[in-house]
């Protein structure tokens, strides 16, 4: 698992690389917790993101939880198309909001 | 039938997914099926590796077999952490899953996937071991 932080702005970009588990999901996590609860927009490029379990919609229910009980947000971006089948049933799909791609995201928001 | 064994630790998760993947590759299922039954089989197995082992304090393998006929997939988990039933858990309703992410509990979506993801799912407890059985169409 690859986690880049870039800040942008107003914006704290973060590019994940690899597969989200119950293995992976405790380092994603810890990593992006405090960045959630920072009060930033937090845009997270799932483009290079290949598999997501329950481990990993457990880390974006804790980041949404982080975010939203201060002035953050988290913005998704690159779902493919298993990661959003996945967020579409368990109802986390309407709960984000998307942009097809980061560069996208960041136009948006800046 | 093929037959692997692994041990019951998370870092055999990708490596589990990987020969589930090829297994579902060699029986023609569509790239959907194929990652459903990815998903599925990784959400049994993290349980087993989490509650049915470490949570335990026992330790010991996953043994997974893949068994095709014309007309389905089958893998089997085979395990001998503490007893557990998949489908004795209360798994959300889609009532539960309409609501705002504030108004959620987060417990239950790996095997609600398990059980929307699986064209079948069946459960065996005999000579101590515990047997998970996920079956797709071809």
């Known amino acids: ?110 | 039938m093929t037959r692997r064994v692994f041990a019951a630790h998370l870092d055999e998760l990708a490596g589990l997914r990987q020969f589930v993947g090829e297994m579902a590759r060699q029986a023609g299922l569509s790239p959907e099926a194929d990652y459903r039954l990815r998903l599925a089989v990784d959400e049994i197995a993290t349980n087993i590796i989490t509650h049915g082992y470490e949570e335990a304090g026992r330790s010991g393998d996953l043994v997974v077999s893949a068994e095709v006929d014309p007309s389905e997939l089958r893998i089997v988990l085979e395990d001998s952490g503490i007893p557990f039933d998949p489908r004795s858990r209360a798994v959300p309703s889609r009532d539960q899953l309409e609501r705002p992410l504030e108004e959620r509990a987060i417990g239950g979506l790996g095997l609600y996937m398990v059980m929307e993801g699986v064209d079948r799912f069946d459960y065996e407890y005999a000579g101590e071991r515990n047997r998970n059985i996920l079956v797709m169409r071809r």
């Open chain 1, 1 to 110: 698992m690859e986690i880049q932080v870039q800040a942008q702005g107003s914006l704290t970009v973060v590019v994940l690389t690899g597969e989200i588990d119950g293995k992976t999901a405790p380092e994603v996590q810890s990593r992006l917790l405090p960045l959630a609860e920072n009060g930033r927009k937090l845009v997270l490029d799932m483009q290079k993101v290949t598999f997501l379990s329950s481990a990993g919609l457990r880390v974006l229910f804790l980041l949404n939880r982080a975010a939203s009980s201060g002035s953050g947000k988290i913005f998704l971006t690159g779902l493919v198309p298993e990661l959003r089948d996945t967020m579409s049933v368990t109802g986390f799909l309407k709960c984000f909001q998307l942009f097809d791609s980061q560069e996208q995201a960041v136009e948006a928001l800046r």
